[in-house]
């Protein structure tokens, strides 16, 4: 017995280059994923630090909830000073956060203007000159303010 190879290709059909159409499709194909991919691992990026600052913030929150509403008296400067200087590292933990958002968040005015407010503001709370309560404000407008999972 004597085995026949039988072709099931189309006479005359140009199978090289159906085979490299295919080629180039799937090609482009994983050169769209990539693209969308980038697109996503960039937005990814955005939103860790984005998390990043407002989990800062929540930790100056709570060592600015913790001091009392106002440190006029140098005595009680004094009994706090440990408390303040934790509320220092935690402003520039929150001031690192911000400046590795790199903008993301300079067009949102509300955001922006409270924490300019905050940044400016903190070592005059630490001298006696205002109350928490406007800090506390500025850093609950912050937090309130969906700007990671809208």
Request: with cysteine; glycine share 4%; net charge negative.
């Amino acid at each position: 017995m004597e085995c026949q190879i039988v072709s099931v290709a189309a006479p005359g059909f140009p199978w090289p280059t159906f085979w490299a159409a295919l080629s180039a499709v799937a090609t482009l194909a994983t050169f769209g994923v990539a693209v969308v991919a980038m697109f996503r691992w960039r937005k990814q990026d955005e939103l860790k630090a984005k998390l990043a600052f407002k989990q800062a913030l929540c930790n100056y929150g709570y060592c600015l909830v913790k001091l009392p509403e106002k440190l006029d008296s140098e005595e009680l400067r004094v009994i706090n000073d440990n408390n303040t200087d934790e509320l220092v590292e935690h402003l520039a933990a929150c001031t690192m956060a911000w400046y590795a958002l790199e903008g993301l968040m300079e067009k949102n005015n509300k955001i922006s203007g409270a924490w300019d407010f905050i940044y400016h503001n903190t070592m005059r709370y630490c001298n006696g000159e205002i109350s928490h309560h406007d800090l506390c404000d500025n850093c609950e407008t912050i937090l309130l303010e969906k700007f990671i999972f809208k």
